[in-house]
C-alpha cells in the first residue's frame, strides 16, 4: 500500500502499541470490514456486468495477522481470472484479439457499466482516511 493514499498512519501505530496483541485482532476484523465495502463498490459502481461472473467473483478475504503484520486482500477472478486481469488492466496481454484489434483500429472496446480499474477505483476511495478509521475503530472496540 503506498503510503501517500492513507492518513493517520501514526496513529494507528500508537492504538496498536496501547492495546497490544487485541488490537491486531480487531484491525484485522476493520480491513475486512473496510474490505467489503470496497468489494460491493467494486461490485455496484465498476465492475463491467456480462454474465455476471467477474461480478460475483469480487470478495474480501480473510484477514491474516503476523506477528505486527495485517494482511488483507480484496481479489476478482478465481476461474475466470486472465478475464478479469484484461478488464482490470485493459489493454493486457490477457485481452482477447478482438479487443486489440478494436483498439488499434481506433473503435476502442466500450463497456456498458464499469470497466478498466474496477478494483482501484474503490480501492483508494476506500483507503483514503484508513489510518484513522483504524485508529478510532480499534479505540471504539477496546475501549478508551
Do not use: C
Not at 492518513?7 to 484485522?28: H, K, S, W
Not at 495477522?65 to 481479489?75: A, F, K, L
Not at 490477457?94 to 457499466?113: C, D, I, L, N
Amino acid at each position: 500500500m503506498d503510503n501517500e493514499y492513507v492518513i493517520g498512519l501514526d496513529d494507528v501505530e500508537a492504538t496498536l502499541r496501547q492495546f497490544g496483541q487485541q488490537a491486531f485482532v480487531v484491525g484485522g476484523n476493520l480491513l475486512y470490514e473496510k474490505g467489503e465495502g470496497i468489494a460491493l463498490d467494486s461490485k455496484q459502481n465498476y465492475v463491467p456486468v456480462d454474465r455476471s461472473t467477474l461480478q460475483g467473483s469480487i470478495h474480501a478475504e480473510a484477514p491474516v495477522v503476523e506477528g505486527n503484520q495485517i494482511t488483507n486482500r480484496v481479489v476478482a477472478g478465481g476461474p475466470a481470472a486472465d478475464y478479469a486481469e484484461a478488464v482490470h488492466e485493459h489493454l493486457s496481454e490477457h485481452s482477447p484479439h478482438s479487443w486489440k484489434v478494436a483498439e488499434a483500429s481506433g473503435r476502442g472496446v466500450h463497456f456498458t457499466q464499469g470497466g478498466p480499474k474496477y478494483l482501484e477505483r474503490p480501492f483508494l476511495i476506500g483507503i483514503k482516511n484508513l489510518g484513522q478509521y483504524l485508529a478510532d475503530g480499534i479505540r471504539q472496540r477496546l475501549g478508551t
